[in-house]
Structures are given as structure tokens and as C-alpha cells.
């Protein structure tokens, strides 16, 4: 993982804090230990270890993490989160992951955006069952 930091919405943050400090293994370790991240305006006392709460301004804050780090900030699920940093040009890169299934339902990643967001394909490849990983940067 070549990522320095993690950030997260507060759903899935609570998604994720019960159950990765109980997971063992490299990855695991790695994503237990890096910093984390949450946005949250209730968010009281964060059980695991290494989380900030950030309770301003998302965008002040986002922007200030991405000063902060040389490395990546990434965001894993989070929606609501992805789509403000999508607006406001705080996302550099996307990566995407393609399953076979048709849901039928759930929160979209692209929501309505002000302007047309162009981003140019930098890898792509299927693993397991037919999972498609693709790897887009903005386009400035």
C-alpha cells in the first residue's frame, strides 16, 4: 500500500474501526498503523488507533492533509466525502473497482458535479473472477 494516510466519512469509518484492529497480517498492520482521518461533525473519542477527527470545513481540511503528505490520502467507500472532494478538485487519482453484478440500488460515487471532471486511464486489469481495477488521474 503506497498510501501515507487514510481518510474516511464517518459512516464508513464506523464500518471499519470495529473490525480492522482485530485483523492480523501485513495489510492489516500497515492500515492499522498509518494515520486515519474521519470527518465527522459527532464523532466523539475515536476507539481506533491513530484517528483525528477533522470537524471544520472538509475542504480546508482535505486540503491541508494533502499539504501534509508527500504520499497519497486515500479515501476507501465514503460517498458523500468522495463526491465534495470530487467537486472541488481534491481528488487526483480514482481507483476503481469493476464487479461483474448488477446491484440495482445504492449511493452513487458520481453524483452531479458542476463541470465536467476528464480523467485519462492509466492501468487497467482483471483479477479473480472477472474484477476490473482501473486506475484513472485527473486530466488538468
Do not use: C
Request: aromatic share 8%; no cysteine.
Amino acid at each position: 500500500m503506497a498510501s501515507d494516510a487514510l481518510l474516511l466519512g464517518r459512516i464508513t469509518y464506523d464500518g471499519f474501526a470495529p473490525v480492522w484492529p482485530h485483523l492480523e497480517g501485513e495489510f492489516a498492520d500497515k492500515f492499522n498503523s498509518m494515520p486515519k482521518y474521519v470527518v465527522s461533525s459527532t464523532l466523539e473519542n475515536p476507539g481506533w488507533n491513530n484517528t483525528t477527527v477533522l470537524r471544520g470545513d472538509v475542504v480546508e481540511e482535505v486540503t491541508k492533509l494533502k499539504q501534509r503528505y508527500e504520499g497519497d490520502v486515500v479515501v476507501h467507500g465514503s460517498p458523500q466525502l468522495a463526491q465534495t472532494l470530487i467537486e472541488h478538485d481534491l481528488v487526483d487519482a480514482f481507483h476503481l473497482q469493476v464487479y461483474p453484478v448488477i446491484v440495482g440500488a445504492g449511493k452513487r460515487l458520481f453524483a452531479e458535479t458542476s463541470a465536467t471532471k476528464r480523467l485519462r486511464l492509466v492501468e487497467a486489469k482483471t483479477v479473480g473472477d472477472g474484477v476490473h481495477i482501473l486506475i484513472y488521474e485527473k486530466v488538468a
